[in-house]
């Protein structure tokens, strides 16, 4: 048991000490968003023929290989994906969506 749980603590450091990356946030981000729009019924609206090429498209969005992401904030990233993951459908027929996700390569 206790080996289990230094291994456990050994991760937990080793993943702190990375942090969130951008590969990470990405493919984080495209589920995120494309899952709300999925939930809210719009995947149709917004010219996507399914979940799968919502994500596609989404993820090329924060792509470290397409888009160099200056200023990266990963404390940034994480809010934007946790305020996605809160934002209602109502607000998204509204056209709301978190801004704090604009901020994500700037903030730094």
Known sequence: MRRALVALAACGLTLSACGYKQDEFSADYAAATCN??????VLDLLEYDDLAS???EQSQTFNPTTNVCE???QDVAEQCIME?????????YDDVFPTV????CTAG
């Not at 996605?84 to 998204?92: K, M, V």
């Open 101 to 104: 996700c604009e901020t994500v």
């Open 84 to 92: 996605i993951d809160q934002l209602s459908c109502e607000a998204l």
């Open 54 to 56: 919502c994500k596609a």
């Open 71 to 73: 200023g990266w904030d």
């Open 36 to 41: 709300l729009y999925e939930a809210c019924e």
